[in-house]
């Protein structure tokens, strides 16, 4: 998709020259009736809208003032691209400028969308300075230079982005109510009578560590080894380290579709399905031997809040959390014998999961070149 802009009548600007950096101070919020904090925690990255916020009651040594219409930028960490457009008043953190442009020049709604852009970013990334968490700066910041549109042409473009932005939005609802369905689903099944062990569901086996003094083990990209560190969301996909077949033979092949269960430390409960066959250390432990739509499901029953307190409530501590495959194949999870509406809710849950990632996915590219078009790329 192409615009087919006509630029003769756009002005190069710098940054500074069509906004404002805000450092307006409130010495007590609640006086002024405001009661949320926005840290950059609360910035996601490539999001306008703003989510999550803390809460003045829970104390905050903050004091820059944010006001709706204005535009977010955290300067710590550039490369984070964590921008936002403020629809509330709330109190911020220092290491996020409050922008505000000159309307006489610049739409507010307009300016995030700048601020979003590849070249502001790379002038960003380019000015910061420092090792462990470089920032960049509003003089550096200021002197950015780019291609201006007449007002009325903001207007358009702006609209256009603001339209994709909710259609993004309304992406991730849809994903949002699947889960919300699933989960009530998940509780009921939880909270009713029958239950059964872990152990009577499938094979439970501990991973190992193939020897790293033999060199043959380790020295090869043949099959993944897995950590509960790479437990995050519903499938195990990857691994950061790689064995040999020889040393997969020296540990426990996981087949595909094996649930694996974290069970030791700030990881104890997580739980993903293998998608690529391999093997494991022993700080998991994985129910084996199920089918796909089974072990979709396993896993679903044990992410839930119930099924992680299920786990724990097994756990033993020592030095360490730990949870044991004995005291695991005890774990009583909810499973019917008739699971047609637990496979069909979680057959949707991912339906509408991936279906909303690949669409988020043609909105970014989308998104990305019609950027590109109107703000250009790097300097």
């Known amino acids: 998709m192409s615009l087919n802009l006509d630029k003769s009548a756009w002005k190069r600007v710098a940054f500074g020259d069509v906004v404002r950096n ?100 790379d002038h960003a990334l380019g000015t910061s300075a420092g090792s462990l968490s470089p920032r960049t700066n509003w003089r550096d910041l200021s002197n950015y230079e780019f291609d201006l549109p007449p007002l009325d042409e903001q207007q358009r473009l702006a609209d256009l982005f603001w339209a994709l932005e909710r259609y993004g939005l309304s992406i991730r609802e849809r994903a949002d109510r699947a889960w919300d369905a699933a989960a009530v689903v998940l509780r009921h099944a939880w909270e009713a009578e029958r239950k059964v062990p872990l152990g009577d569901i499938g094979e439970c086996v501990t991973g190992s560590t193939p020897s790293k003094a033999n060199a043959d083990y380790w020295n090869s990209e043949d099959v993944p080894f897995y950590t509960p560190s790479e437990i995050d969301g519903e499938f195990i996909a990857s691994a950061r380290q790689r064995v040999s077949l020889a040393g997969a033979k020296a540990g426990r092949m996981l087949p595909r579709n094996a649930v694996a269960v974290a069970c030791i430390g700030g990881d104890l409960g997580k739980s993903a399905v293998v998608v690529e066959p391999g093997i494991s250390n022993q700080q998991i432990t994985s129910v084996i031997g199920l089918p796909a739509d089974d072990a979709e499901l396993l896993q679903a029953v044990l992410a839930h809040p119930l099924g992680r307190a299920a786990l724990q409530a097994r756990e033993t501590t020592t030095i360490v959390r730990k949870l044991n495959k004995s005291d695991l194949m005890k774990v009583e999870v909810p499973w019917p014998a008739d699971r047609t509406t637990l496979h069909a809710v979680v057959r949707a849950r991912r339906t509408a999961t991936v279906g909303a990632t690949d669409e988020a996915s043609r909105l970014a590219t989308l998104r990305s070149g019609l950027t590109a078009e109107i703000f250009g790329g790097a300097e």
Do not use: C
């Open 22 to 121: 805000l450092n307006n101070t409130v010495k007590d919020p609640a006086v002024e009736g405001i009661d949320r904090v926005i840290a950059m925690e609360h910035l996601n990255p490539g999001e306008l809208k703003i989510n999550r916020w803390g809460s003045i009651e829970d104390g905050t040594t903050f004091t820059r003032r944010v006001k709706p219409g204005q535009t977010l930028f955290g300067k710590r960490r550039a490369y984070q691209r964590k921008a936002a457009y403020a629809e509330f008043d709330a109190i911020t953190s220092g290491d996020i400028l409050v922008f505000e442009a000159d309307p006489t020049q610049l739409l507010p709604e307009f300016l995030p969308f700048l601020v979003q852009s590849d070249g502001f970013y």
